[in-house]
Nanobody, 121 residues
Framework: QVQLVESGGGLVQPGGSLTLSCAASGNIFRSYVMGWYRQAPGKQRELVAS???????NYADSVKGRSTISRDNAKNTLYLQMNNLEPEDTAVYYC???????????????WGQGTQVTVSS
């Protein structure tokens, strides 16, 4: 059973901040590049940020400078700190390997429930 449990989303005003968490299976966390994805209504799911096993990070242009992806190897937990949030950041946020997989099996894709981020006044 693959574990991908996202949390930390909520309603925040523009300019506010949130920190998202993802509790992941130990095996995939140790062995794979991890990423945060988001999907807004009517839009394709997009990769927001990724982080390698060694901590090298990449960010989508849309969030670069406002977001920080990190990982806690001891807790098998992935984080995304988002600052200066904009209405365009409103989406369901998911974690997964990068590229997405079913616990590291790229023949399938498993997604958790995600966590809703809503940026609105």
């Amino acid at each position: 059973q693959v574990q991908l449990v996202e949390s930390g989303g909520g309603l925040v005003q523009p300019g506010g901040s949130l920190t998202l968490s993802c509790a992941a299976s130990g095996n995939i966390f140790r062995s794979y590049v991890m990423g945060w994805y988001r999907q807004a209504p009517g839009k394709q799911r997009e990769l927001v940020a990724s982080i390698t096993r060694d901590g090298c990070t990449n960010y989508a242009d849309s969030v670069k400078g406002r977001s920080t992806i990190s990982r806690d190897n001891a807790k098998n937990t992935l984080y995304l700190q988002m600052n200066n949030l904009e209405p365009e950041d409103t989406a369901v946020y998911y974690c997964n390997t990068d590229p997405p997989s079913y616990g590291g099996d790229y023949r399938r894709v498993y997604w958790g429930q995600g966590t809703q981020v809503t940026v609105s006044s």
